[in-house]
Nanobody, 121 residues
Framework: QVQLVESGGGLVQAGGSLRVSCAAS????????MGWYRQAPGKPGKEREL??????????NYGDSVKGRFTISRDNAKNTVYLQMNSLKPEDTAVYYC????????????WGQGTQVTVSS
């Protein structure tokens, strides 16, 4: 059973920084891309917004709204992906979800349970 567990969310003032982490565990043979998506409050029907992704080789991709402020990284030895968020804005308030493409018995996409990030003005 593969699990993704996020941690590190919380409340921060505008302009501040926060780092969230996501650790994958279970019967993992290989992990391809890992990433972060977010869903803003009051918009449960809206698709999750891409925040950032990173390949196993370290290539990154960012959503336009976070470019230059957020940095994604990963530790392949720990099966963990990080998101460093700087210069946070109230509009960054959302539940942040970790996503990963993992090979256990076959390739599957897995989601974490989400971690709340709230930015106060």
């Amino acid at each position: 059973q593969v699990q993704l567990v996020e941690s590190g969310g919380g409340l921060v003032q505008a302009g501040g920084s926060l780092r969230v982490s996501c650790a994958a565990s279970g019967s993992i043979s290989s992990i391809a891309a890992m990433g972060w998506y977010r869903q803003a409050p009051g918009k449960p029907g809206k698709e999750r917004e891409l925040v950032a992704t990173i390949t196993s080789g370290g290539s990154t991709n960012y959503g336009d709204s976070v470019k230059g402020r957020f940095t994604i990284s990963r530790d392949n030895a720990k099966n963990t992906v990080y998101l460093q968020m700087n210069s946070l804005k109230p509009e960054d308030t959302a539940v942040y979800y970790c996503n990963a493409k993992i090979y256990d018995t076959m390739w599957n996409y897995y989601w974490g349970q989400g971690t709340q990030v709230t930015v106060s003005s």
